[in-house]
């Protein structure tokens, strides 16, 4: 490990500054810890709060969510987007139910192991659900270490063995403070050291980010696009699955149908849908969410 020369003023500004988020008071259970994670990504907290307020008001427990149709996940997750995580979530609480006594595992294997479940979310969960000792590298936690440390404005686009590995070697050893360190350089990411209009002047670290001792240099890197929406098949997708969410009972096909004019991207959109799970398609030629 190497020495930390952030983690003091990293944690101070932290206790001055967090967000008061239900998912990381100290009562917070696993489960509404690991719906947290999963709704968060790719998704600000401002969409994510009330969706998850009320995923938890109706589960509050894997098994609670386990005991329904997965179509029930897809419809309460309504507008968030990548509905599949929905899907995946109830696979989760379907296996946490069935393989593990209806309690998220603090086991980090075990959590990987579970549907949809990836490296961060594992790493996440074993940590602020558990306070386990693990790096936790997300798109902020990266983008931080990218500048202050690398010095470079973005990281690359996936995440390499060398981000791991620097994460690793900050990470405090005490396990609260690993945790403590992970959330609030998070934090951080989220509210100071953003991917468009980083505040500097507010950042706790500007006086030893190597990105600003070199003059801000632009990112020269492969180019990065923004995700556009309208017109894609993804829009395409969110209004099918908007006609399905709103009817307690199955769709006809011209339901489906006039959400959409052009009948080619339409159709692919549906394909897609059905492919991923998100939709079933019925003998009777009528559509539902998944039963």
Request: with cysteine.
């Amino acid at each position: 490990m190497i020495d930390n020369p952030y983690s003091t003023a990293v944690l101070a500004w932290y206790e001055r500054n967090a967000r008061d988020l239900p998912w990381r008071a100290d009562r917070a259970s696993p489960w509404s810890v690991l719906v947290s994670e999963v709704m968060l990504q790719q998704t600000p907290v401002v969409r994510v709060l009330p969706a998850w307020e009320a995923w938890m008001r109706r589960w509050p427990s894997p098994a609670d969510l386990a005991a329904e149709p997965s179509g029930e996940a897809v419809r309460m997750w309504n507008r968030l987007g990548y509905p599949r995580r929905a899907l995946n979530l109830h696979a989760c609480a379907r296996e946490i139910t069935g393989r593990h006594g209806g309690e998220v595992p603090s086991d980090h294997a075990e959590l990987l192991a579970l549907p949809g479940i990836g490296a961060y979310t594992a790493a996440a969960v074993a940590s602020f659900a558990y306070g386990q000792r693990h790096a936790v590298l997300d798109t902020n936690v990266r983008r931080v270490l990218a500048r202050a440390v690398t010095g470079v404005q973005y990281p690359p686009k996936a995440a390499t063995r060398g981000e791991t590995a620097l994460a690793e070697e900050l990470l405090p050893e005490n396990a609260p403070t690993a945790v403590r360190w992970s959330v609030a350089v998070m934090e951080l990411g989220a509210l100071v050291c953003t991917a468009r209009s980083p505040a500097c002047a507010d950042c706790p670290v500007a006086d030893r980010c190597a990105w600003r001792a070199a003059g801000y240099p632009a990112y020269d890197g492969p180019p990065r696009r923004g995700q556009r929406y309208a017109g894609t098949d993804r829009q395409v997708r969110g209004r099918l699955l908007a006609v399905l969410r709103a009817s307690p009972d199955p769709v006809d096909k011209p339901a489906l149908d006039a959400v959409w004019d052009e009948p080619v991207q339409r159709e692919r959109a549906l394909d897609a849908l059905i492919a991923d799970g998100l939709v079933d398609p019925l003998d009777d030629g009528r559509y539902a969410l998944p039963g």
